[in-house]
């Protein structure tokens, strides 16, 4: 039986017995952007085309998602103790939004909707603080996790096309209002 509670610290890094740290898909979302005169447009067209991305995370990493989870407002998913997976959030006060910063799932749990009673979780988080919006940013490539985030209720709100040096990546940005 998963609990989802708060997250209190990473004492050490859990992701080494995780399992494959990343995402496999055979579809990716391509960006096309067009500036004219004085608008912006942008749109996404899915493609088929294989993708992989593999992650480690270091122990610099555990130290700042450590930073992230001091402010109390991430939760860990947990059987039996043991920490299986998480999602790590911030309160921005400038801007009244929630914002995740990580979603990681042990693979040998993911596909049993763990991410969802996490985002669960982390939308009432949100409503307790009283934001305005939930936000995250994620790759066009990951297409599993802009589908899930999709179906979780978010919508694509702003790209940044130079954010990742991989130049097939461009950060989306996706939100929903806090009910």
């Known amino acids: 039986m998963i609990e989802i509670k708060k997250l209190e610290k990473l004492p050490s890094n859990p992701t080494i017995n995780w399992g494959f740290n990343g995402y ?10 067009i500036e004219m005169n004085n608008t912006f447009e942008f749109s996404l067209r899915e493609k088929k085309q294989q993708y992989k991305k593999i992650w480690e995370t270091s122990l610099d990493d555990i ?33 009244n939004s929630y914002y ?14 763990i991410g ?24 066009n490539t990951n297409y599993p996790a ?18 990742y040096n991989n130049s097939t990546e461009t950060a989306l940005y996706m939100s929903f209002d806090v009910e």
Request: glycine share 6%; charged share 30%; hydrophobic share 40%.
């Open 24 to 33: 496999e898909t055979d579809t990716i979302f391509v960006v096309s952007a």
């Open 146 to 163: 802009i589908k899930f985030y999709q179906r979780a209720g978010f919508a694509l709100t702003g790209i940044n096309t130079k954010l």
């Open 100 to 113: 995740i910063e990580n979603i990681l799932i042990d693979e040998k749990f993911r596909g049993q909707d």
């Open 116 to 139: 969802k009673q996490l985002l669960k979780k982390a939308n009432r988080e949100a409503r307790n603080l009283k934001c305005r919006i939930v936000e995250l940013e994620t790759q």
């Open 63 to 95: 130290t700042e998602l450590n930073e992230i989870i001091e402010q109390g407002h991430s939760f860990g998913a947990y059987e039996e103790d043991e920490l299986v997976g998480w999602l790590i959030a911030e309160f921005r006060e400038w801007n």
